[in-house]
């Protein structure tokens, strides 16, 4: 009774030592495994047999000979059982820790906790709306007096042009419709907060506090950040229907550019990681490009 109750006590001692200290001493366990099968393997009468054929043909100076064959294979399987032991945890690593992986363990109480968790503070239903656009502040109406039911116009080129970047309050949130540049003259609508044109190679992504799409060339076009549910910052580069555009950056704002690459703060730096349907929400890590 005594003998068995101190193998448990061990195997208690072992597992916890095993759990805590082990991590970082895995590859060498491994490794000592597989040394270890090897040697059940050369001790089996065949791997003997091989050994004995093969001895007896090297003729005089044949341990010599032995020897460093011996050592040099050991170190070329020490080596390539190493590699492999690294390589194997390197990508089980890897797949644990991807955005695929990592999302299907929250549970949604703990996902819901966690996407709500970033707000410090929560605005009055009463506060106002505001658009933080090309260093100007526009209050949006919860109900535009002027056109019940209808957007407030942020940014025209021209007086009596179609708004290029537009604000509405819908379910207590703040949405936009806007014109984006295309390139050759070419327009990218969105509308409601959703990419509209059938831009196969344009690509959008969000989450609650952001909202970003980028072109072709993984460029951020439109930026949305949900500073608050009320106050929200716009950055960009919208396009007019005569083809004028205008870029809106972090560090200031240009109408019609000679060189686009020559704004300040051009290509603005993303905010999520792309393609979406892969990182649905994921946000680039030390996001910077929307301060």
Not at 62 to 73: E, F, I, K
Not at 158 to 178: I, M, R, T
């Amino acid at each position: 009774m005594a003998k068995r109750l101190l193998e448990a006590f061990i195997a208690v001692v072992l597992e916890e030592s095993v759990r805590n200290f082990i991590p970082p001493l895995l590859p060498y366990a491994w490794l000592a495994i597989l040394w270890w099968l090897t040697w059940e393997f050369l001790q089996s009468k065949k791997a003997k047999r091989l050994a004995t054929t093969f001895y007896k043909r090297l003729g005089s100076g044949g341990r010599v000979v032995s020897y460093v064959l011996v050592a040099a294979v050991g170190a070329g399987m020490s080596l390539f059982y190493w590699m492999v032991i690294t390589r194997a945890i390197s990508v089980a690593e890897h797949f644990s820790k991807s955005p695929e992986n990592s999302s299907s363990s929250v549970k949604p109480d703990e996902e819901k906790e966690t996407k709500s968790s970033g707000a410090v503070f929560r605005d009055s239903p009463d506060s106002p709306y505001t658009v933080r656009f090309a260093n100007n502040a526009y209050g949006i109406e919860k109900v535009n007096r002027w056109n019940p039911g209808g957007t407030t116009g942020i940014w025209s080129f021209d007086k009596g042009d179609e708004p290029s970047l537009e604000a509405y309050v819908s379910e207590d949130k703040l949405f936009f419709n806007a014109k984006l540049f295309g390139g050759s003259g070419r327009q990218v609508s969105i509308v409601k907060n959703e990419l509209v044109n059938e831009e196969l190679q344009w690509d959008r992504n969000f989450n609650d506090s952001a909202l970003e799409v980028i072109n072709q060339n993984k460029i951020p076009m439109l930026q949305i950040i949900y500073e608050t549910p009320h106050v929200v910052q716009v950055y960009g580069v919208f396009q007019s229907a005569g083809g004028s555009f205008f870029v809106a950056t972090p560090e200031g704002f240009t109408m019609n550019p000679g060189e686009i690459t020559k704004v300040k703060g051009y290509p603005l730096k993303k905010l999520f990681r792309y393609p979406s349907r892969k990182y649905p929400g994921v946000e680039v890590k030390n996001r910077s490009g929307a301060q």
